[in-house]
């Protein structure tokens, strides 16, 4: 409440007479009343309800399920809800993977008494390259905010077998600046593996990073059957792109197109701005450079 | 306050809590549900105040989603039990709301539109009156309605104090607090604020109106 001394002194112009003064007073107190009865807003409709697929709660009382599969890659636990796979990791038991899962969600999930047969068919499937089967997974990205969907989004285009930069993922998804915030997003993936954060790399060649290690990134890029080895040396050559004199394109070496250059026609750059120098077009596929419409 | 939990989850929630202490308690525990009933407990609140700050819908919505999320990473990530079972969480959630929305604000004008604000308020003031509203409930409306056009005209540093002040009613100490300002910054902006509401809304808080 205002005190009788906080009445308003600034806005004198007549005389200060009681009277006067007991009205302000009075005006005060009504102001504060009706600051005090202002009413409240509700919510948007699916605000709360968007925030809580953010977290990861899926709503209901419900719980994700998990249950596990055999992998080239050791056994592999994934997490599941109504909407699709939410969290894959490999662990060493079904505590383990419980626990990442609660630490990231919020939520310990509970082990799924009858495995969905189908969703692992297709999940082992999708690890092998059926493409096919990599498209049907159904994959919860709910939980993520934009940024992080958008990136994954677009990791997931990186065909198997071949790689891309950090610095690619930025400028394709129209954050060129945000490399950094690529790798973050990238290595907070929390479906691996069906999600190729492992094919994004760092734009000198080096593999850059793995939330699960170098040697497991290198390893799936093998799988895939990409020389990581080649692909770092290379690098290091300063051999950043690919060219054909037959076709004056250029690609990143891993590209499909340019691992079917004959050796005769090969060329290679260091730079994108010295392969356009030397009047070649980025390639439409792996787009080395923005490349317009 | 609305309680806008589905039925379902509600009851698969044994005992949902119903004050904060307990509240509390489920989320320092992780209970399944807790969460949610905090959304739910305090969605509507976090907004209205969000609205006030920011001045417009699109903001206010975008300020709790992310605070909400703040909280959610806070409670179930970095803080320890202990630490969530001392939290008073009204004023925590609405210093959480605060930063993030000073947060949003860098690099972004938030502009107040007083005059969308005016054409707002009485349209949500029309529709909830109704066709014929009586003479006393007009005048409160039309009352709220100049006072939040009012508010909107103050400068965002009074107008957050005031609000915190005399709409939420939170004491000065916790103001103070919330704002990281001493006590006497924050009474002097929270008077400076009253003085100009009181200035703008001129004749609307005279007696005479109320005969």
Same mark, same amino acid.
């Not at chain 1, 793995?210 to 799988?223: C, M, Q, T």
């Not at chain 2, 972004?108 to 009485?122: I, K, P, Q, T």
């Given at each position: 409440?205002?005190?009788?001394?906080?009445?308003?002194?600034?806005?004198?112009?007549?005389?200060?007479?009681?009277?006067?003064?007991?009205?302000?007073?009075?005006?005060?107190?009504?102001?504060?009343?009706?600051?005090?009865?202002?009413?409240?807003?509700?919510?948007?409709?699916?605000?709360?309800?968007?925030?809580?697929?953010?977290?990861?709660?899926?709503?209901?009382?419900?719980?994700?399920?998990?249950?596990?599969?055999?992998?080239?890659?050791?056994?592999?636990?994934?997490?599941?809800?109504?909407?699709?796979?939410?969290?894959?990791?490999?662990?060493?038991?079904?505590?383990?993977?419980?626990?990442?899962?609660?630490?990231?969600?919020?939520?310990?999930?509970?082990?799924?008494?009858?495995?969905?047969?189908?969703?692992?068919?297709?999940?082992?499937?999708?690890?092998?390259?059926?493409?096919?089967?990599?498209?049907?997974?159904?994959?919860?990205?709910?939980?993520?905010?934009?940024?992080?969907?958008?990136?994954?989004?677009?990791?997931?285009?990186?065909?198997?077998?071949?790689?891309?930069?950090?610095?690619?993922?930025?400028?394709?998804?129209?954050?060129?600046?945000?490399?950094?915030?690529? /790798?973050?997003?990238?290595?907070?993936?929390?479906?691996?593996?069906?999600?190729?954060?492992?094919?994004?790399?760092?734009?000198?060649?080096?593999?850059?990073?793995?939330?699960?290690?170098?040697?497991?990134?290198?390893?799936?890029?093998?799988?895939?059957?990409?020389?990581?080895?080649?692909?770092?040396?290379?690098?290091?050559? /300063?051999?950043?792109?690919?060219?054909?004199?037959?076709?004056?394109?250029?690609?990143?070496?891993?590209?499909?197109?340019?691992?079917?250059?004959?050796?005769?026609?090969?060329?290679?750059?260091?730079?994108?701005?010295?392969?356009?120098?030397?009047?070649?077009?980025?390639?439409?596929?792996?787009?080395?450079?923005?490349?317009?419409? | 306050?609305?309680?806008?939990?589905?039925?379902?989850?509600?009851?698969?929630?044994?005992?949902?809590?119903?004050?904060?202490?307990?509240?509390?308690?489920?989320?320092?525990?992780?209970?399944?549900?807790?969460?949610?009933?905090?959304?739910?407990?305090?969605?509507?609140?976090?907004?209205?105040?969000?609205?006030?700050?920011?001045?417009?819908?699109?903001?206010?919505?975008?300020?709790?989603?992310?605070?909400?999320?703040?909280?959610?990473?806070?409670?179930?990530?970095?803080?320890?039990?202990?630490?969530?079972?001392?939290?008073?969480?009204?004023?925590?959630?609405?210093?959480?709301?605060?930063?993030?929305?000073?947060?949003?604000?860098?690099?972004?004008?938030?502009?107040?539109?007083?005059?969308?604000?005016?054409?707002?308020?009485?349209?949500?003031?029309?529709?909830?009156?109704?066709?014929?509203?009586?003479?006393?409930?007009?005048?409160?409306?039309?009352?709220?309605?100049?006072?939040?056009?009012?508010?909107?005209?103050?400068?965002?540093?009074?107008?957050?104090?005031?609000?915190?002040?005399?709409?939420?009613?939170?004491?000065?100490?916790?103001?103070?607090?919330?704002?990281?300002?001493?006590?006497?910054?924050?009474?002097?902006?929270?008077?400076?604020?009253?003085?100009?509401?009181?200035?703008?809304?001129?004749?609307?808080?005279?007696?005479?109106?109320?005969?």
């Amino acid at each position: 409440m205002v005190e009788r001394g906080e009445v308003d002194r600034t806005m004198e112009t007549r005389p200060v007479t009681m009277e006067r003064l007991a009205s302000e007073t009075r005006a005060y107190r009504r102001l504060v009343r009706a600051l005090r009865a202002l009413p409240a807003r509700s919510a948007p409709p699916g605000l709360g309800e968007r925030v809580l697929q953010r977290v990861g709660a899926l709503g209901d009382g419900q719980r994700a399920r998990f249950s596990s599969l055999e992998t080239p890659l050791g056994r592999l636990y994934l997490a599941y809800g109504p909407r699709g796979i939410r969290f894959v990791a490999p662990a060493e038991d079904a505590a383990a993977f419980a626990a990442a899962y609660a630490r990231r969600f919020g939520e310990e999930p509970v082990a799924d008494p009858e495995p969905p047969r189908r969703l692992l068919a297709d999940v082992a499937r999708a690890l092998a390259g059926d493409r096919q089967a990599a498209r049907r997974l159904p994959l919860d990205l709910e939980p993520l905010g934009a940024f992080e969907r958008a990136v994954l989004r677009k990791a997931l285009e990186i065909p198997r077998g071949e790689v891309r930069t950090y610095a690619w993922v930025a400028r394709e998804i129209g954050h060129p600046r945000a490399t950094r915030a690529v /790798g973050r997003a990238l290595g907070r993936n929390p479906i691996p593996f069906i999600i190729p954060c492992h094919r994004v790399v760092g734009g000198g060649g080096n593999l850059t990073g793995y939330a699960f290690g170098l040697p497991l990134k290198r390893r799936v890029l093998e799988l895939e059957g990409l020389d990581p080895v080649e692909l770092e040396t290379a690098a290091r050559r /300063g051999e950043r792109y690919r060219g054909s004199r037959t076709t004056r394109i250029f690609c990143f070496p891993s590209c499909r197109h340019a691992r079917r250059i004959a050796p005769r026609h090969l060329v290679t750059f260091r730079s994108a701005a010295e392969a356009l120098a030397a009047g070649y077009r980025a390639c439409r596929d792996c787009r080395p450079v923005a490349v317009g419409a | 306050m609305r309680m806008e939990i589905a039925e379902p989850a509600r009851a698969q929630t044994p005992a949902a809590p119903l004050n904060e202490a307990e509240l509390l308690d489920a989320l320092a525990a992780r209970r399944a549900g807790a969460f949610e009933l905090l959304v739910a407990m305090y969605q509507d609140r976090l907004y209205t105040l969000a609205w006030r700050i920011t001045g417009n819908g699109q903001d206010a919505e975008e300020a709790v989603q992310e605070a909400l999320l703040r909280a959610h990473r806070a409670l179930y990530g970095t803080y320890a039990p202990e630490r969530v079972r001392g939290l008073a969480l009204r004023p925590w959630l609405t210093t959480v709301l605060l930063n993030t929305a000073r947060n949003m604000r860098r690099g972004r004008s938030f502009a107040v539109s007083l005059d969308a604000l005016g054409v707002d308020e009485r349209a949500g003031v029309r529709s909830a009156a109704g066709a014929v509203a009586p003479p006393a409930a007009a005048e409160r409306q039309e009352l709220a309605a100049a006072l939040e056009a009012a508010l909107a005209a103050l400068s965002r540093r009074r107008r957050v104090a005031v609000v915190l002040r005399h709409v939420e009613g939170f004491s000065y100490e916790e103001v103070a607090q919330m704002l990281g300002r001493p006590v006497g910054t924050v009474k002097s902006d929270v008077h400076r604020a009253l003085r100009q509401l009181r200035r703008r809304l001129g004749p609307l808080l005279a007696e005479d109106r109320r005969r």
